[in-house]
T-cell receptor
Framework: DAEITQSPRHKITETGRQVTLACHQTWNHNNMFWYRQDLGHGLRLIHYSYGVHDTNKGEVSDGYSVSRSNTEDLPLTLESAASSQTSVYFC??????????????FGAGSRLTVL | KQEVTQIPAALSVPEGENLVLNCSFTDSAIYNLQWFRQDPGKGLTSLLLIQSSQREQTSGRLNASLDKSSGRSTLYIAASQPGDSATYLCAVTGKIIFGKGTRLHILP
């Protein structure tokens, strides 16, 4: 079955370190998204991509970067982790064929703690 | 700027009751609206997607409606069960903007 996989599921790091969260989907979706979810703020869009080599900033992109070198993967990098980036991160994808094209499918999430 | 609001933030109802969750949005120029369910510590599961040209979608005990002109969507859950306890979120596209969700607790 097709799926969207995030790794690691849990990560503890220190302030200032670079961290990369992986997202891999086997749906062959064109669109991929990264969100963070925090109490009181809900889900906020960090970056998104509509295809290979396409990346766009979302509403909370400062301190994050992404690259899209193939259809399946959209890794999220925190260049220099800050305590304010402690959160749960969700990857999502969409863009399948036919009537399912707009359905957004989510990964299980990655919980990041920055000490 | 699109804003999505879900009221109430939390809701508790006895098992077996029918209930309605609300979602409102400020910009009616949406592409579609999607309802999700999120269990504690889990990712989001898509429940229903309504295209902007549609008025409603049904899946089992769930029925979602969309009124673009008034900027509202409702999720109707029939004959609620304890297993329906979760947080329910709506999201609108163009840019995908989420509401903060309604935490639903079904009392056995």
């Amino acid at each position: 079955d097709a799926e969207i996989t995030q790794s690691p599921r849990h990560k503890i790091t220190e302030t200032g370190r670079q961290v990369t969260l992986a997202c891999h989907q086997t749906w062959n979706h064109n669109n991929m998204f990264w969100y963070r979810q925090d109490l009181g703020h809900g889900l906020r869009l960090i970056h998104y991509s509509y295809g290979v080599h396409d990346t766009n900033k979302g509403e909370v992109s400062d301190g994050y970067s992404v690259s899209r070198s193939n259809t399946e993967d959209l890794p999220l990098t925190l260049e220099s982790a800050a305590s304010s980036q402690t959160s749960v991160y969700f990857c999502a994808s969409s863009g399948g064929p036919g009537s399912g094209a707009n359905v957004l499918t989510f990964g299980a999430g990655s919980r990041l703690t920055v000490l | 700027k699109q804003e999505v609001t879900q009221i109430p933030a939390a809701l508790s109802v006895p098992e077996g009751e029918n209930l309605v969750l609300n979602c409102s949005f400020t910009d009616s120029a949406i592409y579609n609206l999607q309802w999700f369910r999120q269990d504690p510590g889990k990712g989001l599961t898509s429940l229903l997607l309504i295209q902007s040209s549609q008025r409603e979608q049904t899946s089992g005990r769930l029925n979602a409606s969309l009124d673009k002109s008034s900027g509202r969507s409702t999720l109707y859950i029939a004959a609620s069960q304890p297993g329906d306890s979760a947080t329910y979120l709506c999201a609108v596209t163009g840019k995908i903007i989420f509401g903060k969700g309604t935490r639903l607790h079904i009392l056995p």
